[in-house]
């Protein structure tokens, strides 16, 4: 799973003119779900997201995560994060989930995160939405994270 994640004073997101869901500071996160992602790699995208720190200490460096600082998490379902742009003027969706599979790992992600209990609380966009995202970047701080697939088990030796 890929997570785009964002420190922001505020986020939201907005579907046919109703905000969906929206939180004061935190991190806003994109994310997007891969063939061969499961229930493994939506838990560890989240312990990932709660737990980076990007958040300044008393030094100003980047040493606090969300949990730490009180804020919250948006986490907006975007399935074009898991685009293969590497050739040619049109992306390739291959490598993303089957959109039943995306959701499945997209609620699992949003449910791991909220029995963290972010001070800011959790609030998600809508999957399959048509969906407005704003947000103020705060820094600009953003990174890309993934949790891959396990690579599979070996099934033998020689």
Known sequence: ???????????????????VGGIGHGIAVLVA????????????????????RVFPD?????????LEAGGGVLLVPQFTLAADTRK????????AAEPDAAR???????????????????????FGAD???ALVNDGPVTFWLDAP????????SR
């Open 131 to 133: 969906m407005r995202v």
């Open 58 to 66: 008393s030094a100003g460096r980047m040493n606090r995560s969300v």
């Open 104 to 126: 499945h790992l997209f609620d699992d992600l949003a449910a791991a995160v909220r029995r963290t209990e972010p001070a800011g609380g959790v609030a998600c966009g809508e």
């Open 149 to 156: 697939p396990k690579p599979a088990p070996a099934t033998g």
């Open 33 to 52: 779900a891969e063939r061969g992602d499961g229930p493994g790699e939506a838990s560890r995208l989240a312990e990932r997201l709660v737990g980076y």
């Open 88 to 95: 040619g003027m049109r992306p390739s969706f291959a490598g």
């Open 1 to 19: 799973m890929i997570g785009l994640l964002q420190r922001v004073r505020e986020a939201s997101v907005t579907v046919a003119g109703r905000e």
